[in-house]
């Protein structure tokens, strides 16, 4: 690609931050940095026509973790690591709220349901909704985070369900309303956002950041934030951020749908909601974890099967309906559940490996990474 004049000196002149990523760490990073220093020059760098990866992909669940998630947590992490991460994803959740306001990412506390086929595995469960809510009731500021919804099975119509647990706290967002705000944010803060520019490698040299592009542009910033979380790995191949595939579905609107809310099934591999009168169900990687581990968007055969056959037998099984959208985000996830975010470099901060969490933690973490950069200019 050749640049204009106009176009050099006008866009890629003088560039105080280039952030790669306009998901939601990516524009936060961007709003942070402008709050901070209103006279920085920053521009963001994306590939796709919109957020490639997850954030304006995700199926919306404003969560904080299911009780058979936090108790898996708890076998391979202390309790302190585990809670505090419940609480980061909480306060994010609340910066997020506040940054956006609920109206524009249509925030709906309808609860959330984590729900059981197995007495096996709801045993297990029920068996620490006491300790679990010890342990969430000072974080939420909610005496029983979660309890038994079990009477609630036959007023949704779900079959083959056996048991629920409710997490009163947990809610609903409009993925795309959300990236749609962040991005007016963005944009009306006077920062530019530039899509279909993929960043093939970049180069520090202890001054400036040099930023090659794949059809052979080449600019400097100053700084340079990654922000690409689920396809990390391409510009940071040492780093532990593995790409994870979810395929979604979501259906016509239906008749007298019979739920409201978010719902957790199979250890969360399995994942629906109510979009108004339409259903959501999005999940399956564990069916095929290799083939999943990809930064190509697409759907497989296996996993749309076995979400049909869930949407058909388990949640919708005396209603008529039809499939309406599928598609696929990338997520990053790795060994640990906490975020990476540093500096790689004298000059390239990365903030990636949200670990499918991006809507609870994406705020926080992009504020993070901007102080970082911050402190170093």
Request: glycine share 8%; net charge positive; charged share 25%.
């Amino acid at each position: 690609m050749s640049l204009s004049y106009w176009e050099q000196t006008s866009y890629f002149k003088d560039i105080d931050v280039a952030i790669i990523g306009s998901g939601i760490v990516g524009l936060n990073a961007a709003l942070t940095l402008k709050k901070k220093n209103n006279n920085l020059k920053i521009i963001v760098l994306e590939s796709g026509m919109l957020p490639s990866g997850a954030s304006s992909k995700n199926a919306g669940f404003a969560c904080f973790g299911s009780p058979s998630e936090l108790l898996d947590d708890l076998k391979k992490h202390t309790e302190d690591e585990v809670f505090s991460l419940v609480e980061k994803r909480w306060k994010g959740l609340l910066r997020l709220k506040k940054n956006l306001g609920n109206k524009n990412i249509d925030f709906h506390n309808w609860g959330g349901y984590e729900v059981f086929d197995s007495k096996k595995s709801f045993d297990a469960c029920a068996s620490q909704i006491e300790y679990l809510n010890k342990h969430t009731a000072p974080i939420i500021g909610i005496k029983k985070v979660y309890k038994n919804a079990d009477n609630k099975i036959k007023q949704f119509g779900f079959r083959d369900v056996n048991h629920m647990i409710l997490n009163t706290a947990e809610a609903q967002i409009d993925t795309g309303k959300m990236i749609h705000a962040l991005i007016s944010k963005v944009r009306n803060a006077g920062i530019e956002i530039m899509n279909g520019f993929k960043v093939s490698r970049i180069e520090d040299d202890g001054k400036n950041v040099s930023i090659f592009t794949s059809d052979k542009l080449v600019f400097k910033s100053k700084k340079v934030i990654i922000a690409t979380n689920g396809f990390a790995k391409q510009l940071l191949p040492a780093y532990q951020v593995d790409p994870a595939r979810a395929q979604v579905i979501i259906t016509h609107p239906i008749k007298k749908l019979n739920f409201k809310g978010t719902f957790h099934f199979d250890e969360g591999f399995y994942y629906f909601r109510n979009i108004g009168n339409r259903v959501l169900i999005g999940g399956g990687r564990n069916l095929d974890f290799k083939t999943e581990e990809t930064t190509e968007l697409g759907l497989t055969n296996l996993v749309q099967k076995k979400l049909e056959h869930i949407l058909k037998t388990m949640i919708l099984p005396d209603k008529e309906h039809s499939i309406d959208m599928r598609w696929s985000g990338i997520m990053g996830v790795g060994p640990q559940k906490t975020s990476i975010v540093k500096a790689t470099s004298k000059n390239v901060f990365c903030a990636v490996r949200m670990g499918g969490m991006g809507v609870a933690i994406g705020s926080l973490v992009g504020e993070e990474v901007a102080e970082l950069v911050s402190e170093s200019l």
